[in-house]
């Protein structure tokens, strides 16, 4: 299967892969990534992400990111060809009660709800509390998804915590909350020279 990646807004090649992608998934899972071990140290970093496991095979990685010093988010679209990452620490599977094509989520993100137009917070954990506003939303959209009403408050708590492969947690207190931007201060972030 080949890489096809595309970031939301910014990078425009392989849009319309998923702008018209009418491959269905039916579980979200929602990946707590290690992003290394601290030097003398049981604990690590995370990073979460979400993958949309298409019912045929493969999986959508929806990833919100950052450049190191940047605090705007980047949302990558990515299809890849496994369910669990090489990094993955934990992970929570939320499963739908009907499946879902992955252009109405695309649609859905990019369109209606905007969650692309995301700074994150100084100091890390910004994923987890877009992770949360995205399960959230798509919750609610109850017209287009059915994800139990459950999900993001249970998402909320297993974000409470940080996870390494040693089995080591520790408290995520506070989850940091990012900004979602309106359309002008985006676009002055992304495209305006200072």
């Not at 492969?165 to 359309?183: D, H, K, L, V, W």
């Amino acid at each position: 299967m080949p890489s096809i990646s595309h970031i939301v807004a910014l990078e425009e090649q392989n849009r319309e892969y998923f702008d018209n992608n009418s491959s269905t998934f039916s579980k979200i899972r929602v990946t707590i990534h290690t992003t290394g071990a601290w030097p003398n140290s049981l604990h690590s970093n995370n990073h979460v992400t979400t993958l949309l496991l298409l019912d045929r095979g493969g999986a959508v990685q929806v990833n919100m990111r950052t450049d190191d010093g940047d605090r705007r988010g980047q949302l990558q679209w990515k299809l890849v060809n496994y369910h669990h990452s090489s990094s993955e620490v934990k992970c929570i599977d939320c499963d739908l009660y009907a499946p879902v094509k992955v252009k109405t989520l695309y649609r859905a993100i990019r369109h209606d709800w905007k969650p692309h137009q995301y700074l994150f917070s100084s100091g890390g954990t910004g994923c987890r509390y877009w992770t949360y506003v995205l399960l959230d939303m798509t919750a609610n959209d109850t017209r287009r998804f059915s994800l139990r009403p459950g999900v993001p408050a249970h998402a909320w708590r297993v974000f409470g915590r940080c996870y390494s492969r040693t089995g080591a947690e520790r408290p995520c207190n506070p989850i940091r909350q990012g900004q979602f931007q309106s359309y002008e201060d985006w676009w002055n972030d992304w495209f305006t020279l200072e």
